[in-house]
């Protein structure tokens, strides 16, 4: 399939929120042509991804599992994959999908544009396994966090911290530290047994 480059005074023009033609992204397609037809091709990048977040725990816990029960172990690990494919790559079509409608709809590039298609586009995460989808989830807030932090910041709305990175660390592992002693149960059973090896049992 034909991967179109968008030139630089293009890029300038998507960037500085004025109304552009479609033409711009997908020349010769419509919006909906583009979707289905970059499909395979998101699901094969987003297959090379997720194939380490996959198979590296995979290999590391699951070898007892999977020498006693081969084929479920291997059925279950590879739909969780697929799973994991499905949700980013619908992710990220749902996402641009949203861009070319929203700014036809609105006639101009503005902030909800984006907003509202992260926000359409998150429902996706409905694809992914629970223990996955909680997962992205811790992931993702710290980064949200961060990006509100960086924001204030930069309006000077908040002071900088000197090392508020390590303070935030210490509060984090103490609060991980305490349900490991106290509450086991309450950790991933993959992350019980990382900070049983570091730890130890006390």
């Known amino acids: 399939m034909k991967n ?11 960037q500085s929120g004025t109304p552009f033609s479609c033409e711009i992204v997908h020349p ?3 919006c909906e042509m583009n979707i289905l037809l970059n499909l395979p091709r998101i ?3 987003n297959a090379k ?3 380490p977040v996959h ?5 590391l816990y699951k070898r007892k599992q999977l020498i006693k ?3 479920s172990t291997i059925s279950r690990a590879l739909v969780s994959y697929f799973k994991s494919i499905c ?4 992710m990220v079509q749902i996402l641009r999908y949203n861009w070319c409608k929203q700014k036809n709809l609105l006639k101009k590039v503005d902030p909800f544009v984006p907003s509202s298609g992260g926000f359409i586009s998150s429902f996706a995460l409905l694809l992914e396994s629970n223990t996955r989808a909680m997962e992205i989830c811790l992931s993702i807030v710290p980064r949200f966090c961060e990006t509100v932090v960086n924001l204030l910041k930069s309006r000077g709305k908040m002071i900088n ?5 390590v303070i935030v660390f210490s509060f984090v592992i103490a609060i991980i530290h305490y349900y490991y002693q106290h509450d086991p149960k309450s950790l991933k059973s993959t992350y019980y047994k990382v900070f049983e090896k570091i730890w130890g049992i006390n």
Request: a negative charge; aromatic letters at 14%.
């Open 69 to 71: 029960n081969p084929i």
């Open 161 to 165: 911290i000197p090392h508020g990175d």
């Open 43 to 45: 699901m094969k990048s």
């Open 55 to 59: 198979l590296i725990p995979f290999l």
């Open 87 to 90: 949700f980013l790559s619908f």
């Open 49 to 51: 991804v997720y194939l």
């Open 4 to 14: 179109y480059v968008i030139s630089a005074a293009d890029q300038l023009i998507i």
């Open 28 to 30: 010769g397609q419509s």
